[in-house]
């Protein structure tokens, strides 16, 4: 779905300007974007397998929840709306622990330049898998696997090519903060 959202300087500043999603990613304008990891007190987590119709990394394991923050949209409020939209869970801005803002860059084509700042939380994931309803244009499968698996997985060059491509720093930020919780 094509959105108006706020374009940002390479430093990550708010410019004033705003552009359709479809702009932003035709002309490679940094923009922002929420990713929300849910794992549970057990050191298990929550990931999605892609879309097989996303134009971006179709059925490629991903984070919980990611989406862009439409313009003028608060980054906590996006955050909500995303993970109720994406997996009709309801949290509260409380449960939200932001964890930081990761710079990302990725040419997908010349007509496809995915350039976010991805604003990162976590939250405890305290219902059960069954009890989600995926939003089923964006999301193939939902599923919880221990962190340290998701470990081992982004470690493994092999199979590194089954998950979105975030980085190996990112990943680990996500693990490393999430076990120091447990």
């Known amino acids: 779905m094509d959105e108006l959202i706020d374009i940002l300087d390479m430093d990550g500043n708010l410019t004033g300007e705003t552009v359709m999603k479809s702009v932003a990613h035709r002309k490679g304008l940094f923009h922002q ?77 010349d007509t496809l330049i995915d350039y ?21 244009s964006e999301i193939k499968r939902l599923d919880i696997i221990p962190i340290n698996l998701l470990k ?3 470690q493994n060059q092999k199979t590194t090519n089954k998950f979105a491509p975030h980085g190996s720093a990112y990943y680990n930020t996500i693990t490393e903060t999430i076990l120091s919780k447990l």
Do not use: C, M
């Open 116 to 136: 976010e700042f991805h604003h990162t939380f976590i939250v405890e994931f305290k219902v059960p898998l069954k009890d989600l309803t995926k939003k089923d």
């Open 33 to 109: 974007t929420i990713h929300v990891w849910f794992y549970t007190k057990n050191g298990d987590i929550l990931i999605q397998q892609r879309g097989k119709n996303k134009t971006i990394h179709p059925l490629l394991w991903d984070v919980s929840v990611a989406g862009h923050i439409g313009a003028g949209e608060a980054i906590e409020i996006s955050a909500l709306r995303e993970v109720e939209e994406e997996i009709g869970l309801i949290i509260s801005q409380n449960e939200l622990q932001k964890i930081g803002i990761f710079k990302s860059f990725q040419k997908h084509s």
């Open 152 to 154: 081992k997985i982004i």
